[in-house]
Structures are given as C-alpha cells and as structure tokens.
C-alpha cells in the first residue's frame, strides 16, 4: 500500500511532451512563446483581460496588493480562515493585516461582517488600504456582496483564487470576480507548474506593470538602468508549457475533484455529528479539498481522533486550516469576530482530494472514518 495524500500533482503524457518541447524550442528563460500563450490561455478561461505568469501565487498576492497601493503602516482587512501567504503577502508590503471571520452557512469571508466593518471604519476616517478575500478550499466568495461593500468606500478588493481555478461565482469564473485576481500552480492545487502562479486583471496598464515589477524593473535602455525596485517573479517558460498543457484538461481535474466530493457526501453524510463544507446556491466550487466537520459528541470520536486513525492507516488528512488571527506570527494583529473560523479550525477535517484518486482508495479513506464511528 502506498501513502494516499492529500492532493498530489496530477501530470502525465501531455505535460511531459509540452515540456520537451520547450526544452528543444531553446526558451529555458523565463521568458518566451509558452509564457505568452499560457498568458493568453489563462485570461481566455477565467474570462479577464490579461493575465501575467508568476513564479508563485504569494508573488502575484505581493504584487497585487503593491499595485493596489498598499504600502507602509496600512491596514489591509483579510479572510482569517486561509493559509498564511495571503497574510504574509500583506506584511512584505510593511502594511498590517486586520483579520475577517467566516459566515457559518459557507465557511467563506462573512459578507456582512465586512460591510459592518468598513462602515464603522469609514466613520473613524480609518479605512483599510485593500481587502484581500481567499476562496476557501475552492468555493467562491460571495463577491457581489463583498464588492459592494467596497465599492461604496472606495477600497481595493483582491480575490485570492489560488484553490478555486475552475470554480464559478454567478456564472463568473474564480479569479475574475475583484479588481485583481491571484492564481496558484503550486504541486497540491487544482493545476500545477510544479510552483507557479498569476495575477489576473483586466486593466491593460496594471498587468504591464505587474510583468515590469516582476522582471526586476528595467528601464528601457541599453545599459540596465532602474529607477525603482523590482522582483525577479517571472514564470520560467518551460514551467509554462506544463502549465498550458495542463491547463487543457482543467474541466476533467475539476469534475474528478466535485465527484471525490459527491463520493464522500454518499459515503459519509448518515453519520452522525457530520457535516461538510456546504456548498453555496450562488456558484460552483472546485472542491479543491473536501472538509468536513465533526461534532465529537454526536459521533463519540472526536476530530483529531479521526485524523490520527487516518494517519494510521497511512492517509494523510489535515485540520482545516488554522485561523491567521489564532497564529503567533500575527499575534499582535486585530481580527474582526474569529469565533466562527476558531470552531472550524476545531472540529474541521479535509480528507484527501487529487484528482488522481482512485476509487479503491476513496472507499478505503471511508472505511476508516467509519471504523472509527463504530
Ligand atoms: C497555495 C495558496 C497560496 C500560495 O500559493 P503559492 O503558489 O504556493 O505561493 C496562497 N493562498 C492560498 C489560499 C493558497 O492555498
């Protein structure tokens, strides 16, 4: 038996031939025909204007939120129920980030929470230089509410769609939905460089910024002139030609994740004390990972008990993500409500969801989670 994971790379044949090719094609820079068309391929299937092609999505969140205007000593209001990126992302920019709990009903960015907030902010003269919202786990925020919001006042709004490429708002595709969106192509997301990422926009001026920022701000001369800091944030092109042709069979890796989710509502929903993550009627989420919770006195084990007895059998299963305003890195940091997002990180249990899982093993990570209810 081998170890199931969580959520492994799922390359094969065309992914290894694309990237041959662009081995032969001579492009090993970061730099080339793979980058542009990958570009081109990914604005086309998030349905925004351009996209730029980053070595991870933490660098699109840290030049998201730098052509945001983030900067020095800012407040940039943040989801707490995400991983840590999002979060650090906000400190590279010297900025602080003041943490947002989730609503209940779809363990997303509470909508209401944050209204109430930049109302009672904007009365104070204090309102956050940016939001940046994560789409938990692959589901969409509620982005018409949360956009509102910020519209009213005028604030920078960021969509951390790392887990969510392939996911649907309203018939809008993750990634589209704020001012900026940021993709991931790390090896456990929905599609992989191996490490990569993007920021996604549809205004023409901040994407050729973002690529000039990222290309370590050259100035047009002979000589290597620079009138401001760079990064060196660009995606190598042959990571590029994986990613096009992974990018190919998207449809089928998000379909693979939402029946992993179906198999595991079938396999589990009777149990008592559990309960998944629920799924909004506003969009369709990637399930990236599927998480569930366990209410320990209604199923007489409790969630690490679960987790343990899966680790056991050689599975790996993960706590839902610890809140960034429960983190001691952030310690010092302001968090709006909290209570919601602390329950989740308690009884909360993603269970493995690769696309690459086979049945056998699914009804086998079943089988232990019903062994340890009996
Ligand atoms: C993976 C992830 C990131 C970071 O992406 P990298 O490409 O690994 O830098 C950021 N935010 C969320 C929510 C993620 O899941």
């Known amino acids: 038996m081998t170890r199931i994971l969580l959520s492994p790379p799922d ?149 951390d769609a790392a887990e969510a490429l392939g996911a649907t708002y309203r018939g809008r595709a993750a990634g589209s939905l704020a001012d900026i969106g940021v993709l991931s192509f790390n090896g456990n997301k929905i599609i992989t460089t191996s490490g990569g990422g993007a920021l996604l926009a549809d205004d023409t001026g901040l994407v050729e910024r973002v690529r000039f920022l990222a290309t370590q701000a050259r100035d047009p001369a002979p000589h290597y002139e620079h009138s401001e800091v760079g990064y060196n944030y660009r995606l190598s092109n042959l990571l590029a030609a994986v990613g096009r042709a992974q990018l190919l069979g998207l449809a089928d890796k998000v379909s693979a994740r939402r029946l992993i989710n179906r198999r595991y509502r079938e396999g589990l929903d009777d149990l008592p004390g559990v309960e998944f993550m629920p799924e909004a009627d506003y969009g369709i989420p990637t399930c990236w990972l599927t998480c569930l919770t366990i209410d320990a006195d209604a199923l007489g084990v409790t969630r690490e008990d679960v987790r343990v007895a899966l680790a056991a059998a050689d599975i790996e299963a993960r706590p839902v993500w610890k809140p960034m305003h429960l983190q001691p890195v952030f310690a010092g940091d302001g968090v709006v409500g909290g209570a919601v997002a602390e329950r989740l990180f308690a009884d909360g249990l993603c269970l493995p969801s690769g696309s690459t899982l086979s049945k056998a093993d699914q009804d086998w990570v079943i089988e232990v989670v019903r062994g340890c209810a009996r």
């Open 11 to 159: 390359v094969g044949d065309a992914e290894r031939s694309m990237l041959i090719r662009a081995f032969d094609s001579g492009w090993i820079a970061p730099v080339g025909p793979d980058v542009d068309a990958f570009e081109r391929e990914l604005a086309t299937s998030t349905g925004t204007a351009h996209a730029a092609a980053l070595a991870s999505g933490t660098a699109g969140l840290h030049l998201a939120l730098q052509l945001s205007g983030v900067g020095a000593g800012d407040e940039v209001l943040c989801s707490t129920l995400t991983f840590a990126a999002t979060a650090n992302a906000v400190v590279y920019r010297g900025a602080r980030p003041v943490f947002v709990d989730s609503a209940r009903d779809t363990w997303q960015l509470d909508a209401d929470l944050l209204a109430e907030d930049l109302a009672d902010r904007a009365r104070l003269g204090r309102l956050p230089a940016a939001v940046i919202v994560v789409d938990l786990y692959g589901q969409c925020a509620d982005y018409d509410r949360i956009g509102r919001a910020c519209a009213e006042y005028d604030v920078p709004l960021i969509e």
